[in-house]
Structure formats: C-alpha cells, structure tokens
C-alpha cells in the first residue's frame, strides 16, 4: 500500500512569489491535515481537509489556503511567499472519519525562499 | 491556545541507557500521541493513548497517560543507535479539533 506522497520533495522560489504543494494521501483516508515545520516552532498546524471541506484551520495568514479534491488529493498554496515562509512542508493523512491524532504523513516538501 | 511543552531540546545517551521524555500542558487532551521523525522523512506514530491513566508499551517503548490529562511520558529501554531522531509529543481534544505538537526533543544515542 502506497504512502502518503507529497510533491514536489525540494524547491526554492523568491519572495513575492506563489507555491502550490500537492499530496496525495493513502489510498482510502479521507482526511488530510498540512503542517508546517521550522527548527524553532516545531509543528504548526495548517488546515485539514476533510470529504472537499476545510474541517478545521490553524492560525496562519490568508496567504497560506488549501483544498482538497474529490479523490482526496489535497493541495496547498501560498501566495507572496515571504523568507520566514521556508519550511518543512508536511502533509498528513487519516483513515477515520473522526480524527483521533493517528496521522501517517508524508516525506515533506522543503520549500526555501530566497 | 494549547501549547505542549517538551524539554530539554536535545537529549544525548549511551547506547544502552534508558531514556524518559516528558510532555505537559496547561490543557486537558483526551489522547495522548508519541511520534518519532528520523532525518528526511515525515513523523511516524510510536504509540498512542486514550484513557487517563493508560499504560501502553510497544517493544522498548512505554508511554504513559497522565491522570490529570494534561502530561504524558515516554521511555526508551535500551537505548539502540537507531532511536537517533527527534521525538514529538502531541494531543488531541476530541473531535473536530487539531492536533498539537509539542516542539520536539532530539534524541542523540553514542555508541
């Protein structure tokens, strides 16, 4: 059974640009959450998709948004990428309609603004 | 909001040691969650946890619910080289609600 698989793995792009983040979650698992991972915050969380619906949303800008996709495919965006922007990217998926905090996640995609 | 704290930042055993990490906070959580990263890949659950109380082992790990509902602890046996990586505690309320990460400790083991 395939993972949770995320692309692109690696990427730099320069400030005042976008990003778009793609995962695609194991095969069955409705429910996908995003992070983001710095040295110094840790895991923040993002937003989770659930059935094409944003569930629940953590505290980031407006430039960071999401959705999910009938197949469970989720995307993420960021818009005007800022240098504190670079991070670890990592998404994450849930077998269970009713997300207890067993997640299976992704490798990442590490972004780097310059 | 909910915060999880986790110290100190980085830890460094022995091969062989037992090592315990500690996880509070100032919310009730009503699942307690261990997740190990290693270098270049995503967090993979270790064990988790329902019941205030709960005592739960898998292999040389035990993790442990506290009774108040706001702290959890993990403990390594024997420590191996392999156990090298970053250890995340994290809780959830309940439905509907996100996970929280604490920020991690980093394990390093000397052979």
């Known amino acids: 059974k395939a993972g949770v698989t995320q692309t692109p793995r690696y990427l730099i792009k320069t400030r005042g640009q976008q990003v778009t983040l793609s995962c695609s979650p194991i095969?069955?698992?409705?429910?996908v959450s995003w992070y983001q991972q710095t040295p110094g915050q840790g895991l923040q969380f993002l937003f989770e998709?659930?059935?094409?619906?944003?569930?629940n949303k953590g505290n980031f800008p407006g430039r960071f948004s999401g959705r999910q996709f009938s197949n469970s495919r989720s995307e993420m965006n960021v818009s005007t990428l800022e240098l504190g922007d670079s991070a670890l990217y990592l998404c994450?998926?849930?077998?269970?309609?009713?997300?207890?905090?067993?997640?299976?996640f992704g490798e990442g995609s590490r972004l780097t603004v310059l | 909001g909910q915060q999880l704290n986790q110290s100190p930042q980085s830890m460094f055993i022995q091969e062989g040691e037992d090592v315990s990490m500690n996880c509070t906070s100032s919310?009730?959580?009503?699942?307690w969650l261990w997740y190990k990263q290693d270098p270049g890949e995503g967090p993979v659950l270790l064990i988790a946890?329902?019941?205030?109380?709960e005592l739960t082992s898998n292999g040389r790990l035990t993790a442990q619910f506290g009774i108040t509902r706001k702290d959890s602890f993990l403990n390594i046996s024997a420590s191996i080289p392999s156990d090298v990586g970053i250890y995340f505690c994290?809780?959830?309320?309940?439905?509907?609600?996100?996970?929280?990460f604490g920020k991690g400790i980093t394990l390093s083991v000397r052979p």
């Open positions: 994450a998926s849930s077998l269970v309609a009713e997300n207890t905090g067993e997640l299976f």
């Open positions: 946890l329902y019941k205030a109380g």
């Open positions: 919310s009730i959580f009503n699942t």
């Open positions: 095969s069955g698992h409705r429910s």
């Open positions: 998709y659930f059935s094409e619906t944003q569930r």
């Open positions: 994290a809780g959830h309320a309940g439905a509907n609600s996100k996970l929280t």
